[in-house]
């Protein structure tokens, strides 16, 4: 397809407008599920022990759990290690795609240039286990459900889509680079009409627009989960922990 | 024991102790259910008597406006990804192999109603965003799965999110209650505690003969003048022990009676209000803030410095709340709430007990400690219980790291559910502690909760586990020299 004809424009234009719809939906759809977890009140308090006793070791204790899974770990030691990987490869695949977004890039971002492609199969390979693991184990089985396997499947296949874009059936970066600079400026330009790499970005642009509405918002959810971010201080003075809707005068 | 239906029981042996998870059996307890709540109780609790003919739409309604009020609820129905770390944590499931007592199986029960209800892709896509309507099938297993649930919040130590099934639990329990579905038991535990001050429905005159019948009992036995006040205005300290205490667990009382003398403090218990246990936890919040009142009321009846908590699991999980539900408790005498544990470890570490404790006097036990799943995962209380044992016994022995401290397991009958006609669930449920106990090879399992008191024994000797069953505060009492 060629942008010069009247078609290639119109499409240019529809994926475009599909990628201001999906990145505002994505952006408005997260602060607002955010903004419910941060306006509903816990009634009392609901840490559970042993817990920190001072605020700092909770933020330690989120954070712990954010980086590190300490609960999985006690909980599966398999699963732990395919969850954690499967986590710090995304990590780094998003982190890499800075390329993409930045100008200049930074340094650190250049330097992964050598691992990148080790992620990716990380990456893709931990996503073939967990979604092998729902299968294979009985227990997981009975309780995955659509939406389980269909977030599993979604990121598997941005994660092919990527690896093949950008190491086999290349697409030309300069052209991908002024395509999203052109969308975060506000000044967009016609996107590569790669088929490859618009399978890649149209995948990308149904997660952003799933991830509010789903299990995936585990990812901020995870700070406001009160069993975790409480510290315990329920016995000491001038620590009364207050109701907000139902507060006893005194 | 009475004869029960022990087919959703499995009974796979344990290997050094633990188990392993059984295989799937599905439906295998969806049968076994508490008995329903009658009128003469759930009328006094300010509950409907029966269920109410706009009971879907009531739900609903009550549904949305927890979400509104609990932050804990309206993350937890979002944020579970179906890992399945929990999968084989809880004890019912390990008892039963029904995989909806997985605790995520449990949630999504509600979960499933939340998203068809609460969230766009349930209301437009129900199935493929597996939500469920609040239908008649689903009401059946909202009321049999949460009531096979104890709140103990052993999953949430699993929970890479720290999803605390308990919240799921009762905010289920809260919109069931709303619409007239409720347990006998639980509801008529709560109406005995406006009715007589305690669960158990002991009256005043019984709770006064039987402090002093253990008076003179202590009297014949060791010749002292060991008191057990009851209602005495202006004591030190205030007990609020489990009033099982002073009926079925009269060892754990004499322990209390043993060790006030020691210190030669003024105590006290009170006949408004001589139970420590809240059921208003497994019903709903007004009953619970208005049980927890009791508490509060009685201490200022009675004009005492102090009010201690006794050995009672659920009992501390609702005394934390204390300062939050009634008001703040700066009339006393921190640290507040107090536990008889903590009480004791302070004494202990004051050295007001030096010299007083013979620890040979408990030789004849090989002791394990069970945590009860309140006091080790809602209130902070891991170490006290084991500083006591050690200050008191010569020979005490963990069980397996994975059944202890934060990962004990539930006795089996918590959460409302120490009622015969679940005997199934409570014997699958004790099965992992039976197991434990019985690889630590322990003669005495000592515990600081009422409940794990009267279900532990039952489940031991259907485990044929051969231990006898009592509190840590009854050991101190064997050890004092007085």
């Known amino acids: ?250 | 024991m009475a004869k029960f239906d022990e087919t959703p029981i499995v009974k796979d042996a344990a290997k050094n102790g633990v188990l392993a998870p059984p295989e799937l059996r599905e439906h295998a307890s969806s049968r076994v259910r508490c008995w329903p709540s009658k009128a003469k109780d759930t009328i006094p609790i300010g509950l409907p008597p029966e269920r109410v003919p706009d009971w879907q739409e009531r739900a609903i309604a009550k549904f949305g406006e927890l979400l509104e009020r609990n932050k804990a609820l309206r993350v937890y129905m979002d944020i579970c990804v179906r890992c399945g770390a929990c999968t084989d944590k809880c004890q019912f499931f390990l008892g039963t192999g029904d995989p909806q007592n997985f605790p995520v199986a449990r949630a999504e029960l509600m979960r499933k109603v939340y998203r068809r209800y609460f969230t766009p892709g349930g209301r437009y896509l129900r199935d493929a965003s597996e939500a469920a309507d609040f239908d008649e099938e689903m009401l059946e297993k909202w009321y049999t799965y949460f009531y096979q649930c104890s709140e103990c919040r052993r999953c949430s130590v699993f929970c890479p999110y720290g999803i605390d099934t308990a919240e799921i639990t009762m905010a289920a329990r809260e919109i069931l209650c709303s619409i007239g579905v409720s347990t006998k038991y639980v509801t008529e535990v709560v109406a005995k505690v406006y009715e007589t001050g305690n669960n158990l429905g002991i009256p005043s005159a019984a709770w006064k003969d039987n402090c002093e019948f253990l008076e003179d009992e202590l009297q014949e036995e060791t010749g002292l003048p060991i008191r057990f006040p009851v209602d005495d205005y202006g004591a030190e300290v205030l007990l609020v022990p489990p009033s099982a205490d002073n009926f079925a667990n009269v060892d754990t009382m004499i322990g209390y009676g043993k060790l006030f003398h020691a210190l030669g403090i003024r105590w006290t218990t009170s006949t408004y209000c001589n139970e420590g246990g809240n059921f208003g936890l497994f019903l709903n919040y007004a009953n619970l803030k208005r049980v927890n009142k009791r508490i509060i009321d009685a201490a200022r009846m009675l004009n005492v410095k102090t009010i201690i908590w006794g050995e009672c699991g659920h009992a501390w999980r609702g005394g934390v709340l204390t300062p939050t539900l009634n008001g703040p408790m700066d009339m006393f005498d921190p640290p507040y709430p107090y536990h008889i544990s903590q009480f004791i470890v302070d004494m202990l570490n004051k050295g007001a007990l030096n010299g007083k404790i013979d620890k040979s006097a408990n030789d004849q036990y090989l002791v394990t400690y069970h945590d009860p799943c309140n006091p080790a995962r809602a209130g902070q209380l891991l170490e006290e219980p084991r500083q006591i044992l050690r200050a008191c016994v010569n020979r005490f022995v963990e069980m397996p790291a994975n059944t202890i401290r934060e990962k004990t397991y539930c006795c089996g009958a918590g959460g409302g559910l120490l009622t015969d006609e679940v005997m199934a669930i409570r014997m699958a449920g004790g099965k992992p502690r039976a197991m434990a106990v019985k690889h630590s090879g322990a003669n005495f399992l000592a515990t600081i909760c009422a409940i794990c008191k009267a279900q532990l024994p039952e489940a031991m000797k259907y485990w044929k586990v051969d231990v006898e069953v009592g509190g840590v505060i009854q050991l101190l009492g064997n050890a004092l020299k007085l």
């Open chain 1, 1 to 250: 397809m060629d942008t010069a004809t009247p078609l290639g424009t119109l499409f240019s234009l529809f994926i475009i407008g599909l990628s201001y719809f999906c990145g505002l939906a994505f952006i408005i759809g997260l602060l607002w599920r955010l903004f419910g977890y941060l306006r509903t009140p816990m009634p009392w308090p609901e840490a559970i022990t042993p817990a920190p006793t001072t605020e700092g070791g909770a933020l330690a204790r989120v954070l712990g759990d954010v980086l590190i899974f300490p609960n999985l770990f006690k909980a599966d030691k398999a699963l732990w290690v395919g969850a954690w990987v499967f986590h710090v490869a995304l990590a780094a695949i998003l982190f890499r795609h800075l390329r993409y977004f930045t100008y200049p890039v930074p340094g650190l971002v250049l330097y992964m240039e050598t691992v990148a492609l080790f992620f990716g199969y990380v990456f893709g390979a931990a996503a073939l286990y967990l979604f092998w693991r729902r299968l294979a184990l009985p227990r997981t089985l009975y309780i995955s459900n659509v939406p389980d396997y269909f977030a599993l499947l979604l990121l598997g296949l941005i994660a092919g889509s990527g690896i093949l874009v950008s190491y086999w059936a290349h697409v030309y970066i300069v052209d991908v680079k002024a395509f999203i600079l052109g969308l975060l400026t506000l000044h967009p330009v016609a996107p590569p009409l790669h088929p490859l790499f618009l399978t890649h970005y149209s995948l990308v642009l149904l997660l952003l627009l799933y991830f509010p509405f789903s299990k995936l918002l585990h990812a901020g959810g995870i700070f406001f989960s009160p069993s975790r971010n409480q510290p315990y201080q329920v016995q000491m003075r001038g620590k009364r922990y207050v109701n907000p809707w139902d507060s006893p005068a005194g």
